[in-house]
């Protein structure tokens, strides 16, 4: 029987059989959504009707006036397909399709960003560097606390004499604290930039984190000391691997009860006992020293003994003149800030 091959747009009737091949790998792709909407964008390629590939990711800036120059997509993995033998024979046709794709879409570029893991085997026009820790829960308890900094160990055991309470939360529930998570991404916001003027987390919408943690596979974990939260972080899962996206801390509820180490330790062996194989730190410089802008988030993810793992990503560029004005653009951290909930 002669093969039959078809890459067509992601839409709708095709997203969830893509999404459930997409999740069944290693790494999955921690930021795509449960369900279709008309943010996705990418394509998925058929063998005589079966899904064996794709690669879908989140347009971005695709807003009134501005999109001529900033309409992108973000991509949180790789090209993904069912077999390393299937990737080899078909990838090549695949990508030269997804560009031509992009170009009639009037896409700027491709961006595989720092959630990106796993081997590069796309040409990049842009390369660059993204590096996590992971933290491998197949281990013992005990080995994953002797790999704690002993500041941290020492953190953990004044939260409970502090009576800290560990908690987690999922849909609607997470609702319930979303206040509490905007208030206090923006706090550790204003004390990263006080510490260096370069630092940056972006701030994005209600309603971006709102349809995030209706999501299933996403959970609020949360740090409480006496009703009051001390500590917040969002965490997506996607293969095997559950990945820190973003959260904060009250700095006074934390120096005096450590709430936020104590979050992170009973993180792991919650997921630990539900068969998650690593949690991922979320993204860290590459190496960084003292005088790297986010050298405070290198340290404090690497003293929960994780081990340091660095990815190639980058970017595709499809037109050359747009992308450089999105890039300037992108330089620009006041402008950035004020327009982080569109671009």
Same mark, same amino acid.
């Given at each position: 029987?002669?093969?039959?091959?078809?890459?067509?747009?992601?839409?709708?009737?095709?997203?969830?059989?893509?999404?459930? $091949?997409? &999740?069944?790998?290693?790494?999955?792709? =921690?930021?795509?959504?449960?369900?279709?909407?008309?943010?996705?964008?990418?394509?998925?390629?058929?063998?005589?009707?079966?899904?064996?590939?794709?690669?879908?990711?989140?347009?971005?800036?695709?807003? =009134?006036?501005?999109?001529?120059? @900033?309409?992108?997509?973000?991509?949180?993995?790789?090209?993904?397909?069912? @077999?390393?033998?299937?990737?080899?024979?078909?990838?090549? *046709?695949?990508?030269?399709?997804?560009?031509?794709?992009?170009?009639?879409?009037?896409?700027?570029?491709?961006?595989?960003?720092?959630?990106?893991?796993?081997?590069?085997?796309?040409?990049?026009?842009?390369? /660059?560097?993204?590096?996590? !820790?992971?933290?491998?829960?197949?281990?013992?308890?005990?080995?994953?606390?002797?790999?704690?900094?002993? @500041?941290?160990?020492?953190?953990?055991?004044?939260?409970?004499?502090?009576?800290?309470?560990?908690?987690?939360?999922?849909? +609607? +529930?997470?609702?319930?604290?979303?206040?509490?998570?905007?208030?206090? #991404? +923006?706090?550790?916001?204003? #004390?990263?930039?006080?510490?260096?003027?370069?630092?940056?987390?972006?701030?994005?919408?209600?309603?971006?984190?709102?349809? $995030? *943690?209706? &999501?299933?596979?996403?959970?609020?974990?949360?740090?409480?000391?006496? /009703? &009051?939260?001390?500590?917040?972080?969002?965490?997506?899962?996607?293969?095997?691997?559950?990945?820190?996206?973003?959260?904060?801390?009250?700095?006074?509820?934390?120096?005096?009860?450590?709430?936020? @180490?104590?979050?992170?330790?009973?993180?792991?062996?919650? !997921?630990?006992?539900?068969?998650?194989?690593?949690?991922? *730190?979320?993204?860290?410089?590459?190496?960084?020293?003292?005088?790297?802008?986010?050298?405070?988030?290198?340290? !404090?993810?690497?003293?929960?003994?994780?081990?340091?793992?660095?990815?190639?990503?980058?970017?595709?560029?499809?037109?050359? !003149?747009?992308? #450089?004005?999105?890039?300037?653009?992108?330089? &620009?951290?006041?402008?950035?800030?004020?327009?982080?909930?569109?671009?």
């Amino acid at each position: 029987m002669q093969e039959s091959i078809k890459i067509i747009p992601v839409n709708a009737e095709i997203y969830s059989a893509y999404y459930k $091949m997409v &999740q069944s790998t290693q790494w999955g792709s =921690p930021m795509l959504p449960m369900e279709y909407n008309n943010t996705l964008w990418g394509d998925v390629i058929y063998l005589n009707n079966e899904i064996i590939g794709g690669w879908v990711g989140t347009k971005r800036g695709d807003v =009134p006036i501005v999109r001529i120059i @900033t309409k992108s997509v973000y991509f949180d993995s790789y090209p993904i397909f069912k @077999t390393k033998t299937i990737e080899k024979h078909y990838l090549p *046709m695949f990508m030269d399709n997804i560009k031509k794709h992009a170009k009639k879409d009037g896409i700027a570029m491709l961006n595989l960003t720092h959630w990106i893991r796993g081997e590069k085997n796309i040409q990049l026009d842009v390369h /660059e560097k993204y590096a996590t !820790f992971l933290v491998d829960l197949q281990s013992e308890q005990d080995f994953l606390w002797s790999a704690l900094d002993s @500041t941290k160990q020492r953190n953990i055991k004044k939260a409970i004499k502090n009576e800290v309470a560990f908690h987690t939360c999922k849909n +609607e +529930e997470s609702l319930n604290y979303l206040n509490d998570f905007q208030q206090l #991404r +923006e706090i550790t916001q204003t #004390r990263a930039i006080s510490s260096h003027k370069q630092a940056s987390i972006l701030l994005k919408s209600n309603a971006f984190f709102s349809q $995030m *943690m209706q &999501q299933d596979n996403v959970t609020l974990l949360l740090g409480k000391y006496e /009703e &009051q939260v001390g500590s917040v972080a969002l965490v997506t899962q996607g293969g095997n691997v559950v990945y820190y996206h973003s959260g904060g801390s009250d700095i006074e509820i934390n120096r005096k009860t450590c709430c936020s @180490t104590y979050m992170f330790w009973q993180s792991f062996l919650y !997921f630990k006992a539900k068969g998650i194989k690593y949690f991922d *730190m979320g993204g860290v410089p590459c190496d960084a020293d003292e005088t790297h802008p986010a050298y405070g988030v290198y340290r !404090f993810k690497k003293s929960f003994g994780g081990k340091y793992m660095e990815f190639d990503g980058g970017k595709i560029i499809i037109a050359p !003149f747009r992308y #450089r004005l999105l890039q300037f653009l992108l330089s &620009q951290r006041k402008l950035l800030r004020l327009f982080s909930t569109k671009l």
